[in-house]
């Protein structure tokens, strides 16, 4: 059983995916830390992120059982994340790594931007998850005003919607719906709507 959750920054797909993880007994990969993983490596050595056999390397030492998720939400790592997204090279190495997690008995939930249409085409169920513009940057400026960071609702949904249009544009595995994904919007959900809903539409594949 694979589940696919894709959708832009801050629409709620992490969240979702750890709790529909849990409620299925699956195990759970959010892609968009191994981006970040590579990411945070480069800048740590203080090497460019335009260079693909840089990246790709830096992802072949990926240990996906250490993804340290507070470390790596740090903006400036999700910044570069989506810089080095638009790798060809780099996509497929990354790929190559979450498709095997993908495999591996009893199946898994993985989140991301282009896991319906690329890494796992077959998932038993896709799930795209969205919401506004406006409702993702307050969400995501309520996040970063709770850990004590500076942000102002303006500066968070520039920024959202930058990283939006990098990842829609990208050639290789851009964000978009896959034809067979079931739309959730949440813009007008709280967590527990969201969860619920996702789950009556996991029940329903499974009772077809
Ligand atoms: O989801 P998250 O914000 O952690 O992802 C960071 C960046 O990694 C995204 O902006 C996107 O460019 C990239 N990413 C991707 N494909 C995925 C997951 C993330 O290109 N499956």
Do not use: W
Request: proline share 3%; hydrophobic share 45%; with cysteine.
């Amino acid at each position: 059983m694979i589940i696919a959750i894709d959708g832009p920054a801050a629409s709620g797909k992490g969240t979702l995916a750890r709790r529909i993880a849990a409620h299925f007994g699956l195990r759970h990969l959010d892609t968009g830390l191994t981006y970040r993983a590579v990411a945070a490596a480069l800048l740590a050595r203080g090497l460019p992120l335009g260079d693909e056999a840089v990246a790709v390397a830096t992802a072949r030492n990926l240990d996906l059982a250490h993804l340290d998720r507070d470390v790596l939400s740090a903006h400036e790592i999700g910044e570069a994340a989506s810089r080095i997204a638009v790798l060809p090279g780099l996509r497929q190495e990354l790929v190559r790594l979450q498709r095997a997690f993908a495999m591996e008995p009893p199946g898994a939930v993985l989140d991301g931007r282009d896991i319906g249409t690329v890494v796992c085409p077959d998932a038993t169920v896709k799930l795209f998850c969205t919401a506004s513009a406006q409702e993702r940057a307050r969400r995501r400026t309520a996040e970063l005003q709770s850990k004590g960071v500076e942000a102002t609702l303006e500066t968070v949904q520039a920024d959202l919607e930058r990283r939006d249009a990098r990842d829609a544009a990208r050639t290789v595995g851009p964000l978009k719906l896959a034809d067979d994904a079931h739309l959730l919007d949440t813009s007008e959900m709280d967590i527990e709507t969201a969860f619920k809903a996702a789950v009556d539409i996991v029940d329903n594949v499974y009772a077809r």
